[in-house]
């Protein structure tokens, strides 16, 4: 399995959680972990962890002599990180008889729906409150999927959902506006993420001006923040599971 990892202890918990979901799935297979980011890894390795690179642990196992391997990433969009892991598990297409990779958390049109249902039902609508999710974004085109979730949300009635991102489209200025035009008072903000890491407490619930909450706190909403990533949510941990039994 693998992941982009994060270096926040509290927030591992929700990968390892995804990872314990799809381990009980499949116990008679070996299960291997990987997490592809250079820097967390390094953080980890400080800490005394050692993680693997996926190329690293597909090295390891053709050396082992493993024949087939499935490879399931925990992202959650196929953006950059996903394409960056589809070049690498391709690299590796020769040294197995057989090689799959699974697909991230929202990949097919039918997620969409799916993974809204399930962020309806955690987070029923409350009374003059709007739910503003933090996605990551992304400069990649996968981007879209954040305003197709918001579409998905509207055509269920739920008017009071805002989809924001970090690193993407639309922006935290972009929700701001329209909290202001509909005179809405009360925000509660949750990271659309796996996990709730650095983006999370820093970008999303942090004290500098920069972060969601003084963002929405300047333009005179109250604020309240959950940090919980998705990864403990036992609905999505079944999505990936899906993904899984599909590969
Ligand atoms: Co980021």
Redesign the pocket.
Known sequence: MVSFGTSVEQARKCITAVENALRDMRPDMEFRRAFTSPTIRRILAKRGEEISSPEEELVRLAREGFETVYVQPTHMIPGIEFDKLKNIVHGFSGRFECLRLGKPLLAEADDLPSFADILMRAYPRQDGEALVLMG?GTEHFANAIYPALQSAFSMSGREDIFVGT??GWPRIEDIRSQLVNKRCKRAHLVPMMLVAG??AVNDMAGDEPESWKSVLEAAGIEVRCTMQGLGANEDVQRMYGEHLKRM
């Open positions: 990551h970090v690193e650095d983006h």
